[in-house]
């Protein structure tokens, strides 16, 4: 089984050369294969005899387009080099590298760029941390406006490396070559749309020292949590699957319990119950078969309900609304020590009041799956969590204060664990933007959960089924189809 891929923020990358070096690897061995990766890969987008523009910053990143620029120059591209600044202001093993280099260098204002077939972006990589300014960001806009292909060494200058942000201006690339490991900008938003194909090269860095440096950070994939998904043995019954509990609303506002309890279902949860307020029995009634039912007046009701043992998983606030009797009953469930998921209603009806949830999820598993909006109204008021620039970052500080694994939902989702693991999901689909569609996630989740999977790993597995589902469904998806769908993608994982 592959082991889950590593992503390396630039502080990591940077400190992952450091002990690659200190362990006898030159500096500027590292800087050439890097340079070698870049060859080949615009060997594989254009013929020889292309013109290839290399645009090189004073860095490391510069470094490996001097690199690059000598071997296309030696296999019979037509290569023209531009440097940002003067070749004395190249730095470390960049000017060991720029010697092999022994053409011309244009400014990165000159005219002959908009000749290239294909240009390579070999400005900043990760050490950039200001926003572009003057003829760095000439240069990039010098770029973009040719409308040739660029191919982005390590990732697109202008992009922060971290937060997936564009530093003022950022180059558009068609594809990325990185080395060793990704970096959070190749997964989060925007870095990922400018990033186009990313390849991963290797440059002699050992998978030992990427974990050495890694901060537990991960691209979200099977390779994750595929060794924790329950697959029923021929002794296996329902009962050993787990009891799923699904919070409904009122009479008006059943269908998101609905479609959470379903998906708990199709998730392979043994069993599944919704919870209903007494007026909204018979609606509820109409629409559930396989799921069964059970009424529950507000927070007394779901007291009594958890003193069978058997509920062993939870989903409070899909359309549960938001007042303080929601507030009691997530209290009432914390205490029952369920696994647990909360959204919506559950989340806002603390806006304002996450004091009361520090650490209260410590003893009790749970997964927080707010988007952007309740994440900023319920974490509001506290800004060491809200203002880091990183999503990566809001997400782990709002873990670690809250006791809960956090799901910060979005095209570029993050899972954070309370231990600092966190994971990034980039398997997702414009599709999923259907109203119900987080109420199927929080309903996928807890039923994992029911089966046994810890929290870190049913919010990561469920998050990346949910988005494969409706990848798979494709265009006219609604949220009632994505429980349909989860049995194709299971069947793949299981295989």
């Not at 479609?259 to 708990?264: E, G, K, P, T, V």
């Not at 599944?272 to 007046?297: K, Y």
Request: proline share 5%; glycine share 12%.
């Amino acid at each position: 089984m592959p082991a889950p891929e590593i992503i390396l923020t630039a502080s990591e990358m940077r400190r992952a050369d450091a002990a690659t070096i200190a362990a006898g690897t030159p500096g500027i061995d590292l800087m050439r294969r890097a340079g070698r990766a870049v060859a080949e890969a615009v060997q594989a987008m254009s013929p020889k005899g292309s013109r290839i523009a290399v645009v090189s910053g004073p860095g490391q990143n510069g470094g490996d387009g001097f690199v690059a620029a000598t071997l296309l120059a030696e296999q019979g591209y037509r290569v023209s080099l531009f440097l940002l600044g003067s070749r004395k202001r190249l730095t470390g093993d960049a000017i060991e590298a720029a010697k092999g280099w022994a053409g011309k260098i244009g400014s990165v204002d000159d005219a002959a760029l908009d000749e290239a077939d294909l240009i390579v972006d070999a400005l900043f990589g990760t050490g950039l941390t200001r926003d572009l300014e003057g003829m760095a960001r000439l240069a990039v806009d010098r770029m973009n406006g040719t409308g040739k292909p660029i191919l982005a060494v390590d990732l697109p200058s202008g992009i922060d490396s971290d937060t997936g942000e564009v530093r003022g201006v950022a180059v558009k690339a068609v594809r990325t070559v990185t080395f060793a490991a990704r970096k959070p900008c190749h997964l989060l938003l925007p870095g990922r749309a400018y990033s186009g194909a990313v390849e991963v090269a290797d440059i002699g860095i050992l998978r030992e020292t990427l974990e050495a440096e890694s901060g537990g950070l991960f691209a979200n994939g099977p390779a994750l949590w595929r060794h924790a998904l329950p697959k029923p043995g021929l002794s296996s019954h329902k009962y050993e699957r787990g009891h799923t509990l699904v919070a409904s609303g009122g009479a008006t506002r059943t269908g998101a319990a609905r479609l959470a309890a379903r998906a708990a279902l199709r998730i392979g949860s043994g069993l599944v119950t919704v919870a209903s307020p007494p007026e909204a029995l018979g609606v509820n009634a109409a629409q559930l078969t396989a799921v069964m039912l059970r009424g529950c007046d507000g927070p007394e009701g779901l007291h009594a309900i958890l003193q069978d043992p058997r509920f062993n998983a939870l989903v409070l606030g899909p359309a549960l609304g938001v007042h303080a009797a929601t507030r009691a009953m997530v209290s009432v469930a914390v205490h029952a020590r369920r696994s647990l998921v909360l959204d919506a209603d559950a989340l806002t009806s603390f806006e304002g009041l996450a004091s009361e949830l520090h650490g209260a999820f410590r003893h009790a598993p749970t997964v927080l799956t707010p988007h952007g909006g309740e994440f900023n109204r319920l974490f509001k008021g506290h800004p060491d969590i809200l203002d880091p620039e990183s999503k990566i970052e809001r997400t782990r500080r709002a873990a670690a204060y809250t006791g809960a694994v956090v799901l910060l939902k979005g095209a570029d989702t993050v899972i954070a664990a309370p231990d600092g693991r966190a994971a990034i999901n980039e398997n997702g689909t414009p599709y999923l933007a259907t109203a119900g569609s987080g109420d199927t996630l929080c309903g996928l989740i807890a039923g994992l959960m029911a089966q046994g999977l810890p929290a870190f790993e049913a919010a990561c597995a469920g998050a990346w089924i949910h988005a494969e589902a409706g990848a798979q469904f494709g265009p006219g998806l609604i949220s009632e189809d994505l429980a349909e769908q989860v049995p194709a993608v299971l069947r793949e994982l299981l295989r």
